[in-house]
């Protein structure tokens, strides 16, 4: 039996000893969040999206959102203090986040940046983000991911 590769979001949980259910998929960079979502046989409202923004002050911000919605970047701003905030572009992701586009979760950032979860996330037992890789989500509950990591649930979709 092949042993499970462990990415560095699992390993965050298991060292916080947190519970999760990591799920894998066929990797594929052009798949959608809803598409993932179809895979895993889950509703894509519990699937979410980790988007990496920054500041008209020049600080960075982590907005966590439900794979079909939009990211409402006036509230994002609003929930973030920032008078605007705009994606960041994706050549940046990696050197600042440790992850790449299609990978890029929550937890285990190289750097812990102020991150707001949408608030739809409180109403589920479980919600699913990325695992830190391609291919991989990590299934887990909300609240964990707001303790682990101090997030703040808002209102941050269109």
Known sequence: MK??????????????????ESHTYEQDATLTGEEI????????K???????TQGKSGAYYVFVVPVQ????LKKAAKAAGEKAVSMIKQ??????????????????MKKQFPTFIHETAE????????GGKVGYQIEVAPGD???????TFADIVS
């Open 3 to 20: 042993k499970e590769e462990k990415t560095n979001v699992m390993r965050v949980l298991d060292g916080k000893k947190i519970q999760y």
């Open 123 to 130: 109403g589920y037992e479980k919600i699913f983000v990325s």
């Open 91 to 108: 050549k940046e992701l990696l050197p600042l986040t440790g992850y790449v586009h299609g990978g890029c979760s929550p937890i285990g």
């Open 69 to 72: 919605a939009e990211l409402d």
């Open 145 to 151: 991911i707001v303790s682990l990591i101090r997030a």
């Open 37 to 44: 979502a179809g895979i895993l046989g889950e509703d894509a």
């Open 46 to 52: 519990k699937v979410f999206k980790t988007l990496v």
